[in-house]
């Protein structure tokens, strides 16, 4: 148990729709990560948050957004969802910044039909 | 920009011999390299990380990697397979200018033959 928690483990919906996915990092670290998992576009990171604001920008479509909230727990927000945004969606957490060790949470698997 | 490259996305090893899975890295400043494994049906789990300190590093569950530069290379290895080796392994790669973002291999799915 990495001591990252990610909300819900599995969710199924329809395109179009709009999904919320939740992250709790690690007691103690500030720094928060959201990373994609699918087949063909492998692992990919998608953004970072540290103590609250945007860290930093991968390849995160304009339809996903996020956010880290004053308790540190990070919010996913997809909107409009495709077919293609089926996936596995993991949280990271880390001490801070510089650190470069990430504990990753179970993750959450998003099925868009 | 950094990339990590994992030759073979399947290996195959018996049960008891040496497992071995490359990974490669490309990166305009000194790297962190790390070695991440998945089981099926749950997260990544951080086996070990090159961080400058040494060029041989141990990790958990009897896995070492050793970083070479004139190779650019960060191979995984474990002297004696086990059964519960059975996974995904992922290397990956951020650089040490405070940017924390990890960029991931492709994985390795490593099978033990019993």
């Known amino acids: 148990d990495s001591g990252v928690t990610q909300t819900p483990k599995h969710l199924i919906t329809a395109t179009g729709q709009r999904v919320t996915l939740r992250c709790s990092p690690r007691?103690?670290?500030?720094?928060v990560y959201w990373y994609q998992q699918s087949l063909d576009q492998g692992l990919q990171f998608l953004i970072q948050?540290?103590?609250?604001?945007?860290?930093a920008k991968g390849n995160i479509l304009e339809r996903f957004s996020a956010q880290q909230f004053p308790d540190l727990h990070s919010e996913l927000n997809l909107s409009s969802l495709e077919l293609g945004d089926s996936a596995l969606y993991f949280c990271?957490?880390?001490?801070?910044?510089?650190?470069?060790?990430?504990?990753f949470g179970p993750g959450t698997r998003l099925t868009v039909l | 920009a950094q990339s990590v490259t994992q030759l073979g996305s399947h290996v195959s090893v018996s049960e008891g011999a040496l497992v071995l899975l490359r990974c490669n890295y490309s990166?305009?400043?000194?790297?962190?390299l790390f070695w991440y494994v998945q089981y099926p049906n749950q997260g990544l789990q951080l086996l070990l990380k090159?961080?400058?300190?040494?060029?041989l590093v141990k990790g958990i569950n009897g896995f070492e990697a050793e970083f070479k530069k004139s190779e650019t290379s960060f191979h995984l290895t474990k002297p004696s397979a086990h059964m519960s080796d059975a996974a995904e392994y992922f290397c990956?790669?951020?650089?040490?200018?405070?940017?924390?973002?990890?960029?991931f291999g492709t994985g390795t799915r490593l099978t033990i033959i019993p």
């Open positions: 948050y540290y103590n609250g604001e945007e860290r």
């Open positions: 990166s305009s400043v000194p790297p962190y």
């Open positions: 990956a790669v951020s650089d040490n200018f405070g940017n924390e973002k990890l960029t």
């Open positions: 090159y961080t400058s300190a040494a060029t």
């Open positions: 007691s103690g670290d500030l720094s």
């Open positions: 990271a957490s880390s001490v801070g910044l510089g650190e470069g060790e990430q504990f």
